[in-house]
């Protein structure tokens, strides 16, 4: 994630999700740079391993009387997935993973700042 604030309010004006970001995410600014910060969330693996169950739709294609063919689902296959968990590196009262699922509105926040360094987040 890249956050974008205005560096006299704290407000956050901008942001890119994700967390893997291409050098053309990382070139991009919102506003002018006089006025404008960014803070780019870095995430970091745990070493958690973790193992989901993931369903996939079981896909037939079906010919109806004029000829057309379309897909229909004919079932779902269950695969296990295992994978890594990753954490943001600066996660202050857990509220970047909150922002990410949805848990809160990220533009009902703005940035808490010292000496023009982002230290955390607050309700505007």
């Known amino acids: 994630m890249i956050l974008f604030y205005n560096k006299t309010s704290g407000k956050i004006v901008g942001t890119i999700d994700g967390r893997i970001h291409p050098p053309e995410h990382l070139k991009m600014w919102v506003g002018d740079r006089e006025k404008v910060g960014r803070v780019v969330i870095q ?21 109806d009387k004029d000829g057309f063919t379309e897909a229909h689902q004919v079932g779902v296959k269950k695969t296990k997935v295992k994978s890594i968990e990753f954490k943001p590196k600066f ?9 990410e699922s949805g848990k809160k509105r990220i533009y009902d926040y703005k940035v808490k700042l010292k000496k023009d360094e982002v230290v955390g987040f607050m309700l505007k």
């Open 43 to 63: 995430w970091k693996p745990t070493g958690k391993e973790i193992t989901e169950i993931v369903k996939k739709p079981i896909w037939e294609d079906y010919v």
């Open 91 to 99: 996660n202050p009262d857990n509220i970047i993973t909150d922002f």
